[in-house]
Nanobody, 112 residues
Framework: QVQLVESGGGLVQPGGSLRLSCAAS????????MSWVRQAPGKGLEWVSF????????SYADSVKGRFTISRDNAKNTVALQMNSLKPEDTAVYYC?????WGKGTPVNVSS
């Protein structure tokens, strides 16, 4: 079965950095575009970023463009999200997503 396991979240001060990782299994990872999606406290889901099957193309929400970078390693079946210049409004649970499949998420708290 499809499994997505996120890690790397935590508490960070504004302006700091975190690197999230998602370990995927149960499907042909190298044939699948992958997304990161987040949910801030009390708010709905917000798409953050997408990367294509080989990592040639990526896209970002305007709210994170220039600060976040998505990448993937098809040899390790992982997708990462490097988050720099973090802001309090980036506080959310971050999920790895493909089609209807979701991980359990990893929480990110940006606070001084």
């Amino acid at each position: 079965q499809v499994q997505l396991v996120e890690s790397g979240g935590g508490l960070v001060q504004p302006g700091g950095s975190l690197r999230l990782s998602c370990a995927a299994s149960g499907f042909t990872f190298s044939s699948s575009g992958m997304s990161w999606v987040r949910q801030a406290p009390g708010k709905g889901l917000e798409w953050v970023s997408f990367i294509d099957t080989i990592g040639d193309r990526s896209s970002y929400a305007d709210s994170v463009k220039g600060r976040f970078t998505i990448s993937r390693d098809n040899a390790k079946n992982t997708v990462a999200l490097q988050m720099n210049s973090l802001k309090p409004e980036d506080t959310a649970v971050y999920y790895c997503n493909i089609l209807q499949y979701w991980g359990k998420g990893t929480p990110v708290n940006v606070s001084s």
